[in-house]
């Protein structure tokens, strides 16, 4: 069973950067398409951010939300995913989790990015 670990979180102030990392276990990238998703407090869990596999292009999609601000990319040698927000704002603030697009493995614990003054 594959596992993911998100990490990178943290607290930013309004217009600040992070960079979150997703590290898996095993060689999925050239197989399944992944996301970078999220979930706010009392929200549903969103995909924010998808790239196809190796084999089908690495195509990327962002959520309107996100567009502009957020870029998905990975490293295949070393099985990581990134997340490079920018610009954050208040309403970015989610605990973000990856997984395939759609998920099939079992959600991580994600990572806390908090957006606040």
């Known amino acids: 069973q594959v596992q993911l670990v998100e990490s990178g979180g943290g607290l930013v102030q309004p217009g600040g950067s992070l960079r979150l990392s997703c590290a898996a276990s095993?060689?999925?990238?050239?197989?399944?398409?992944m996301g970078w998703y999220r979930q706010a407090p009392g929200k549903q869990r969103e995909l924010v951010a998808s790239?196809?596999?190796?084999?089908?292009?690495?195509?990327?999609k962002y959520a309107d939300s996100v567009k502009g601000r957020f870029t998905i990319s990975r490293d295949n040698a070393r099985n990581i995913m990134y997340l490079q927000m920018n610009s954050l704002k208040p309403e970015d603030t989610a605990v973000y989790y990856c997984?395939?697009?759609?998920?099939?493995?079992?959600w991580g614990q994600g990572t806390q990015v908090t957006v606040s003054s």
């Open positions: 095993g060689s999925i990238f050239s197989i399944y398409d």
């Open positions: 997984n395939a697009d759609p998920p099939l493995y079992d």
């Open positions: 790239i196809t596999s190796i084999t089908r292009g690495g195509i990327i």
